[in-house]
């Protein structure tokens, strides 16, 4: 999987190659600092919903997508406690406790889809999650939403978005896995 294909990580570049065969450090230091901002799901959609209206579903030309990223950039950095230049991700929280995790050059059509990800019940309720246990949701590099957590009784669980359904569905795997 590249650095590309995931929503968590930033491009780290490789060690130089040594011609001497010498081993590569097992450490790659890195002066990139990862700003995340994080704020409530409402606002921030209400702000996007506000500066786009319907671009967002209807589809964007590249010039637009570059827009959005710019736009969102922004609001990620006005939720700030301290100024940053570059924002790298935003958390969003959900009324219902999940936590949304993207980058902030997301997908349109990822960003199209939240409003009705974030009205649905969510996947697991407060009362069926295990106490203390991360609820989130991140857009997959496959392009579509997952949600994760760990049940009441231990077991991980996770949920695909269906966007034209507007519902979330369990994602069934090979067997239970418990979290101790």
Same mark, same amino acid.
């Given at each position: 999987? $590249? ?17 001497? =065969?010498?081993?590569?450090? !097992? ?6 600092? +990862?700003?995340? !901002? ?10 996007? $919903?506000?500066? &786009? /209206?319907?671009?967002? !579903?209807?589809?964007?030309?590249? =010039? ?6 710019? &736009? ?5 950095? !006005? ?17 219902? =406790? ?12 990822? +960003?199209?889809? +939240?409003?009705?990800?974030?009205? #649905? ?7 069926? @999650? @295990? ?11 496959? /392009? ?6 760990? @049940?009441?009784? /231990?077991?991980?669980?996770? &949920? #695909? ?11 069934? /795997? ?7």
């Amino acid at each position: 999987m $590249s650095s590309d294909d995931r929503n968590d990580v930033p491009d780290v570049p490789d060690p130089s190659d040594d011609s001497q =065969g010498a081993a590569a450090p !097992a450490e790659v230091v890195s002066d990139v600092v +990862l700003v995340v !901002a994080s704020m409530a799901a409402t606002p921030f959609l209400q702000a996007i $919903s506000t500066y &786009f /209206g319907n671009a967002l !579903a209807t589809g964007m030309s590249t =010039g637009t997508r570059e827009i959005l990223r710019r &736009f969102i950039g922004r609001q990620a950095r !006005a939720s700030l406690d301290e100024p940053a230049d570059d924002v790298h991700a935003i958390h969003l929280r959900t009324e219902d =406790g999940w936590q949304i995790e993207m980058k902030v050059d997301i997908a349109p059509e990822a +960003l199209a889809q +939240l409003p009705a990800l974030c009205d #649905a019940d969510a996947p697991v309720s407060e009362a069926d @999650r @295990r106490p203390g246990t991360a609820a989130t949701i991140h857009w997959e590099h496959g /392009g579509h939403w997952t949600a994760t957590t760990v @049940r009441r009784n /231990g077991h991980l669980v996770r &949920f #695909a978005w269906h966007a034209e359904a507007e519902e979330w569905r369990e994602r069934p /795997g090979r067997r239970p896995i418990l979290v101790t």
